[in-house]
């Protein structure tokens, strides 16, 4: 099975940048690779076994622990269970932990076992502090969510090599000559769940270029936080291999009002050092010695230990403030985009922010007296009047003073559309738009129950019903289908029918409604099938790959056609319906010949028919960066006038390079029975951050034609979701709703409230007038065109 994504290709982000600053924006989620602990084998001594603690877990779980016994022989299982169930009453998650655990060679005889959090992610909501980086099991407590499903939270490795001295029972009566592997285990999960600094000492120079909340906890004697040295610095390697204590109001009193001595030997031990606490401080038979580096032989462990679980609870909130080194330096980037009535005022921290302790940002409102002091950007400033311009002064203070002043661009706040809720119990988050029979309609999700609706408007009024989700006869399920959806009408066999097709979330299939405008007809698209079939497979059947992702539909003289893309390979599928049953194809993202392309395709996806053609477009990932974020690729179009697969034509509208970054942004169609196009987001500064829309009008496919370009500074970067008629595009502004007139390329404000992550969005026409169609405060809101 091929990877989700292609390796980072390093040079690219030299070659896309401009020399101009990125635009300062909204917290993004990022998720880098977690590095690796260490539990050493202390020495063999003559003596009897230490039992530091022999409390068993109490039965009251706190979390949900769910363990892969990948490679683990039978008899090791045990005493990894008994690990995980002490653990599960002693983190509090309301998501659950998958562990990964291994049975295999490690590159030390000395090492008894290893452990990761696999990913940190920082930026999320719910973070104590959105600088820090905080472990995959914190970050989904924090989060509410999982914030990385195809992952585990933890991973831990046992070593073979050393399995005939590992003691398997889980008694607490482990003979002095072995080491207890339920206490190994206990020991390697608090690694994996946050117990973990992400330092680094190379050449020379120590480094903590994404600290994690251990690390900001983590303090010199003087009182100043590890994670506010510079880095890389010889000053931050000295701090490496000195000493540092734990800065954590909750683990000092629990310590005897002493603050905690972390591991710093003055030869740097990646790994190890940092990440374990003080042998001296926390000797053998110390219940608190669990987290030290080594384990003794018959040393015995059945809890975290009082303190290791009070320094959780200190990570699971904001670390205290350092010690303040100057000034702050001004603010950087700084912008301010038109709001209703408001402005949104983003900047970019200060250079010295965490040196320089920064405390708050005060901004001043130009012209008049209004001053607005805030903790982080973006800042929203009311009060302000529509058709007035304003700019607005930023500051950054800390306890020794203030910077010098920056200031932003003017705007001049305007009314947003007036809106309407359709449905108030349904959030709308995927949707499409079409008509048929001569009736508008709105197809649209419903997350709370899992259910895929409709509305259809006549005669000035709306009517809604439930079109699957909800049953189990006639084709129905009552599996959660309120996944991504997509729309298309036409006539098959003299008969104009209505074709919905949306994802099974809970089985992850693709699934398809017909409407003959007298009887609704349910089937299952793909992802039922015996087994995901390689992508090398000419011949294709039905996939068991997860096609519970995007999905675009058209239909033509030659049937009715899906396409849609296999999560599970990072290609793109479609099948044709043959009569009652389904014809497979592979479309794009196997080979580099016939003009096709080996990117990882289709996470956005929209297709049209015009005439006997139809158009399908799409992105296509080439490579991402260590947060798993696209960098390079491409926007692609395929098309074809018939239904079979050998028919296909490809072309590359926007590629990546000569100062455009094209890659995983969303595309958009539109037929206006004259002309055809085609838009999507591209970047010019960052090439994981779209700041402008790019369209082309299809009728120069063939040509080498360089498409329009549109940016729209005044309003936020434009990000997703984006869509087309013939008269604008409609796309996201910092997370608000705005519209270009194509005619003029003037933007309007649609949704001065922000709109949910994650959805989708549509004109509809009723009468003469437009309306814009999104989720907005969770509920399917309609806004009428100013």
Request: proline share 6%; charged share 15%.
């Amino acid at each position: 099975m091929r990877a989700r994504y292609f390796p980072l290709v390093a040079a690219l982000v030299a070659t896309l940048l401009t020399g101009q600053a990125p635009t300062a924006q909204a917290l993004t989620v990022h998720e880098i690779p977690a590095g690796w602990a260490y539990t050493y084998a202390g020495a063999k001594t003559p003596g009897a076994s230490i039992t530091a603690e022999t409390k068993s877990a109490h039965t009251d779980k706190t979390s949900s622990f769910i363990v892969n016994f990948n490679t683990v022989p039978l008899q090791y299982q045990p005493a990894v269970q008994a690990a995980v169930d002490i653990w599960s009453a002693n983190f509090s998650s309301t998501v659950p932990i998958h562990v990964d655990a291994t049975f295999g060679r490690q590159s030390s005889l000395a090492v008894l076992a290893s452990s990761s959090p696999v990913n940190f992610f920082q930026g999320f909501t719910g973070a104590p502090d959105s600088d820090l980086y905080y472990s995959s099991a914190m970050a989904n407590a924090l989060a509410g969510k999982d914030l990385d499903p195809a992952n585990p939270e933890i991973t831990i490795r046992i070593n073979s090599t050393i399995g005939s001295n590992l003691y398997l029972g889980t008694d607490g009566n482990c003979p002095s000559g072995l080491y207890d592997l339920e206490s190994i285990i206990i020991h390697e999960l608090a690694h994996g769940l946050g117990f973990i600094s992400n330092d680094l000492i190379a050449y020379g120079y120590g480094s903590i270029q994404q600290p994690t909340p251990y690390d900001a906890y983590a303090q010199l004697p003087d009182g100043s936080r590890l994670s506010d040295l510079p880095s890389p610095s010889v000053e931050l390697a000295d701090a490496l291999t000195n000493k540092l204590i734990w800065s954590g109001k909750q683990a000092i009193a629990v310590n005897n009002g002493i603050n905690p001595i972390l591991y710093t030997p003055n030869i740097y031990s990646s790994g190890s050092s940092i990440s374990h606490l003080d042998e001296n401080q926390f000797p053998k038979g110390d219940p608190n010695a669990v987290m030290t580096p080594t384990l003794s032989p018959g040393e015995v462990f059945r809890s975290p230990g009082p303190l290791v679980i009070a320094m959780f609870k200190d990570m699971f909130l904001a670390p205290p403030p350092g010690v303040p080194v100057g000034t702050p330096k001004v603010p950087r980037n700084q912008a301010a985009l038109v709001g209703d009535k408001s402005a949104i005022v983003v900047f970019d921290k200060p250079t010295n922010y965490r040196t320089a302790q920064v405390s708050s940002f005060e901004v001043k409102v130009m012209p008049g007296n209004l001053t607005r002091t805030v903790k982080k950007s973006p800042a929203i400033i009311t009060g302000l009047k529509n058709g007035v311009a304003y700019s607005f002064s930023i500051t950054a203070k800390n306890a020794l003073g203030t910077s010098d002043p920056v200031t932003t661009n003017a705007v001049i706040p305007q009314a947003a559309w007036s809106s309407t809720f359709l449905d108030a119990k349904a959030d709308g988050k995927n949707l499409a738009t079409t008509t048929f029979n001569g009736k508008p309609m709105i197809i649209y999700s419903d997350s709370k129950n899992g259910d895929i609706k409709s509305l259809t408007y006549s005669a000035g009024k709306w009517s809604t019903s439930v079109i699957d989700g909800n049953a189990t006869t006639g084709g129905k399920t009552a599996d959660d289908v309120s996944g991504e959806i997509s729309v298309c009408v036409g006539t098959i066999n003299k008969v104009s029918t209505l074709n919905i097709f949306y994802a099974d979330l809970t089985k992850k299939w693709l699934r398809s409604a017909s409407f003959d405008g007298k009887r609704w007809s349910y089937s299952i698209v793909d992802g039922n099938g015996p087994k995901i079939q390689p992508y090398s497979e000419k011949v294709r059947v039905r996939t068991g790959s997860d096609v519970s992702g995007s999905n675009a539909c058209a239909v033509t003289p030659s049937g009715v056609q899906v396409f849609y893309r296999d999560e599970s390979q990072g290609i793109l599928l479609g099948a044709v319906r043959d009569g009652t049953s389904w014809r497979y194809e592979l479309i794009d993202g196997d080979r580099n010949t016939d003009n096709r392309t080996t990117g990882d395709v289709g996470f956005h996806l929209k297709a049209m028919s015009v005439g006997a053609r139809a158009y399908l477009l799409y992105d296509s990932v080439l490579s991402v960066n260590t947060d798993k974020q696209p960098l390079r690729g491409e926007v692609r179009i395929a098309f074809r006038d018939s239904a079979y697969p050998e028919d296909w034509q490809y072309q590359t509208l926007d590629t990546s390079g000569f100062g455009i970054a094209v890659a995983g942004f969303d595309v958009a169609l539109y037929n206006s029975g004259k002309s055809q196009s085609a838009t999507w987001l591209a970047s010019t500064i960052l090439p994981t951050q779209a700041d402008q829309i790019r369209w082309l009008d299809l009728k120069n496919l063939g040509t080498s034609t360089t498409p329009t370009s549109l940016s729209t500074p005044s309003y936020g970067i434009p990000q997703a979701p984006i869509a087309l008629d013939n008269k604008g595009t409609l796309f996201s502004c910092q997370s608000r709703l705005c519209a270009e007139n194509s005619a003029d390329q003037t933007i309007s404000l649609v949704s001065g409230a922000p709109v949910a992550d994650g959805t989708n969005t549509a004109w509809i026409t009723l009468g003469s007038v437009r309306y814009a169609v999104i989720s907005s405060a969770g509920k399917l809101t309609l806004y009428k065109a100013a």
